[in-house]
């Protein structure tokens, strides 16, 4: 009878219950049913295939986007006890023959491959012969050929399914209505997959959004509120990374610098240094993200404004993947909103794509600029209702608004007698009643809208402009060197048929910010300090990254519980049997300040389970009747085997305890009463 997909959770990953929504989708992809899942970044998407992949038969091959990702999961994977193995290019000969001689002998569970590697012929007879009973797909947005992570060689999925003619489950976290539907026609064209649409929220990660004001000082404040932890600072530009990424370590930071044009093998070193070192900064461009398996990953702040909410959702969600608090930053200013319309005005798209990149860029502007809980409008856009969430800026301090419509009219009204010509810096020169020369030679000094806004200062008049920008209601215009120009949105407000409220501009500091969330109280910070060292030291031991020991998580509530033996340990979320095994006594001496007594192999077996205390009831039993009930009858003893078979097993009868190995005759006739008499009191 094959074990339950919960008792696997437990020994194998060790967790006692799933994240919401996983049990479903394990239940779909374990019968067998063609399955596409969207599920938040963090969400758990992993451990539903994995999971499935050691409860049914034959080997599960898993197509993966990055070499380090595959890295990541396999060596995961065998740290819990699990036959997985890769091939990438990444392998030495060594590791290759290995899982060639593992598949030969059907020794492997799962399989992670490349898609570059289905275009060989090679490959595909390999996976015929193999016994593929199941093909998981991880990145299936990678499929979308307009997504800005497409990969060619996703498209030859398909080809491989039909190929292998069996079942198919494919995820993401980034999947809006038109990348599934791309996501079903390449990947599932003769069939109807089963669609699970999970929740996007991360209620771990705190939403922070800040007007740019000295952007080098505010990362830097930023970071330094976070010091010693692990985070990512992104950057529209690759120069700006590298002057960024010297900044921090000239603040006495740990931070790299990582971008395209970087050497292979450079990146390479930085990849590896961030998987293994658990307070390094990476400063990246968008090329650094996909593919990073890191669960303890504290915080993620972008330098400049994204390209698109998609985008956004997707970079912030690599921080606290373990479900322990994360915080994150984005700034944003009116430079940002031109780039981003400029390059989507610049690209060779069709109109339609254009359109619809606009429409994604207005999103996250409206997130940028909102003036309620920043998650419900996160939320919205991903088609999901909630209440405010008490975790992002605008819940921990409410902005105050002001009637703005006066001034939006006045801002419009200046475009329009300019011919939509000029830039911000010049409009405000006009309402401000600022005559400077470029004003006065082009006679904009006689314009009714001079002067009409010097009851408001330039400052104020740039926010105005910034939040008109996000809100849509005016575009820089690349034909006119980026010239603003007003849209559709702004015609109701110019001719009085509608009123906007603005944001109060708040510039501020990262010091002005709500505190950062600490991981654990103050008492229990000395703990999990201490756990974290030992991690540190077993991973360079083991040379693996620290969260492949443990994950902050699971440090965190041990700091919190203090288990005080391996039957508590192993009830700590994340300690699953090998693991307890591997590393249960050394943290637990951390806890406890000595190491635990030593327990039979079999009894270890049971830790933090029920059968683990009955054991010990029965192994106490019988040693009192080794020689009888007087204590004079020749020796008998039962072995360890079989009083953890009786504990697990549970017998009822004489009849059901003789079935169990080890209970001969003599045995039943000492033991027997007495044992299920401890049994019945359980």
Excluded at 167 to 194: C, G, N, V, Y
Excluded at 238 to 245: E, K, M, N, V
Excluded at 373 to 382: A, E, G, K, T
Excluded at 452 to 479: K, Y
């Amino acid at each position: 009878m094959p074990e339950p997909k919960e008792a696997v959770l437990r020994r194998v990953f060790g967790f006692d219950a799933f994240r919401p929504g996983q049990a479903e989708i394990v239940e779909a992809v374990m019968a067998g049913r063609d399955t596409l899942a969207i599920m938040p970044t963090g969400g758990g998407k992993s451990l539903c295939f994995q999971l499935p992949a050691l409860c049914r038969g034959g080997l599960t091959v898993v197509i993966s986007p990055l070499i380090a990702l595959m890295r990541d999961q396999v060596r995961g994977l065998q740290e819990l006890g699990v036959a997985a193995g890769a091939l990438t290019s990444g392998n030495t000969e060594a590791e290759t023959e290995a899982v060639h001689h593992a598949l030969a002998r059907g020794a492997l569970k799962l399989l992670y491959l490349a898609p570059e590697r289905l275009a060989s012929l090679g490959t595909m007879d390999m996976l015929r012969r193999a016994g593929v009973g199941l093909i998981a797909v991880d990145e299936a947005h990678c499929v979308s050929q307009w997504g800005h992570d497409f990969r060619p060689d996703y498209l030859r999925i398909g080809e491989l399914r039909s190929t292998l003619d069996v079942p198919l489950a494919a995820f993401t976290a980034t999947a809006d209505a038109e990348t599934r539907a791309e996501i079903i026609k390449r990947l599932f064209a003769h069939s109807s997959p089963q669609i699970f649409l999970r929740g996007f929220d991360r209620p771990n990660i705190t939403l922070n959004f800040t007007v740019k004001n000295r952007p080098r000082e505010q990362i830097l404040a930023y970071a330094q509120a976070q010091k010693g932890q692990s985070g990512i600072v992104y950057c529209g530009t690759r120069a700006r990374t590298q002057a960024l990424a010297q900044g921090l370590r000239e603040a006495g930071h740990n931070a790299r610098a990582y971008h395209g044009g970087m050497e292979a093998d450079e990146r390479r070193a930085v990849e590896e240094l961030f998987q293994r070192e658990d307070d390094l900064i990476v400063v990246a461009t968008v090329a650094f993200g996909m593919g990073v398996d890191k669960p303890d990953i504290r915080w993620v702040a972008h330098a400049d404004l994204p390209k698109s909410i998609e985008g956004y959702y997707q970079e912030i969600g690599r921080a606290g993947r373990d479900g322990a608090p994360a915080d994150t930053l984005t700034l944003y200013g009116p430079d940002d909103i031109r780039l981003r319309r400029a390059q989507i005005d610049e690209s060779p798209a069709p109109l339609e794509r254009k359109q619809a990149d606009h429409a994604r860029l207005n999103a996250l502007l409206g997130l940028a600029e909102a003036t309620a809980c920043r998650r419900q409008v996160l939320l919205s856009y991903f088609g999901e209702v909630s209440a405010p969430c008490g975790n992002c800026d605008l819940c921990a301090s409410p902005v105050r608004l002001f009637d703005a419509t006066t001034p939006v009219r006045k801002a419009l009204s200046a475009i329009l007698r300019t011919g939509e010509s000029f830039g911000a810096g010049h409009l405000i020169d006009i309402l401000t009643g600022k005559a400077t020369p470029k004003v006065r030679d082009r006679g904009h000094d006689a314009l009714p809208t001079f002067a009409a806004g010097c009851d408001m200062s330039a400052a104020r008049w740039q926010a105005v402009f910034r939040q008109m920008m996000g809100r849509d209601l005016i575009r820089p215009d690349p034909e006119r060197h980026g010239a603003l120009r007003m849209t559709e949105a702004a015609r109701p407000i110019l001719r009085g048929e509608a009123e906007i409220h603005l944001r109060e501009d708040t510039i501020t500091s990262a010091q002005d910010r709500p505190a950062v969330r600490a991981l654990v109280a103050d008492e229990d910070a000395p703990l999990l300090s201490a756990l974290k060292a030992k991690r540190r030291a077993l991973a360079e031991a083991a040379r693996v990254p620290a969260y492949v020991i443990f994950t902050d998580r699971t440090l965190i509530e041990m700091a919190e519980t203090r288990p005080d033996s391996l039957d508590a340990m192993a009830r700590v979320s994340g300690v699953g049997a090998t693991k307890l095994e591997r590393y249960g006594p050394e943290f637990l001496a951390v806890i406890t300040g000595a190491a635990p007594m030593p327990a039979h192999p079999q009894r270890r077996k049971l830790a933090g389970r029920a059968a683990g205390t009955l054991y010990d009831a029965l192994f106490d039993l019988a040693q009192g009747l080794e020689r009888g009930a007087a204590g004079g009858d020749k020796l008998l003893t039962l072995s360890p085997a079989t009083l953890r078979s009786i504990a697990e097993r549970r017998p009822t009868t004489l009849a059901d305890l003789a079935q169990i190995r080890g209970m001969d005759g003599a045995r039943l006739e000492r033991f027997g009463a007495a044992l299920l008499e401890q049994l019945q009191m359980e």
